[in-house]
């Protein structure tokens, strides 16, 4: 893929029916690019309109039963995607959770200061299955707020809304 500059491609699905792969481009011009497994070229980009001042930062994405599910980090929310146009079907948000006083860690990182008073957020994997979304953290190791001792990523499992 070319002109990604800095912080390029973070993570990707397959849709293995249709042939296609979702590339997602974290940020700085966060996009999503669509690529023919057939040809092995870009057949399409789409940038999602996500709420809020700061740029989406998207991290990863699952492909499952006919939709794409998006990860982005900087809002602490799960996208579901139509994948061929990259409208908006439905969101999750799981802030709360990651900024339960239980799971926080000592310090998330920060980009954009004031512009994110909370952080920039720490999740980068996801797997999507019928009834759950598995969500894990790059936390660089930086320990947990409440458990000192403990800088080990976290793996978070959520039931799927409807």
Known sequence: VDN??????????????????????????????????????????FKLKVPGTVEPAFTDAAFFDGFLYVLVRSHRQILKVNPDNGQLISIYDFRKYEENPEYVYK??????????????????????TKDSFYVVTD???????????????????????E
Do not use: C, W
């Open 107 to 128: 310090k998330i990182p920060t980009l954009f200061g004031e512009a994110d008073k909370d952080g920039y957020g720490v999740m980068e994997g996801l797997a999507v």
């Open 4 to 45: 990604v500059q800095n912080s390029g491609i973070e993570g990707l699905t397959i849709d293995p029916q249709n042939q296609k792969m979702y590339l997602m481009k974290e940020r700085q011009e966060s996009a999503i690019l669509v690529v023919d497994l057939k040809t092995n070229k870009v057949v399409n980009h």
């Open 139 to 161: 936390n660089n190791r930086i320990p947990l707020n409440k458990h000192l001792f403990n800088n080990k990523a976290q793996l978070f499992v959520f039931n799927k809304p």
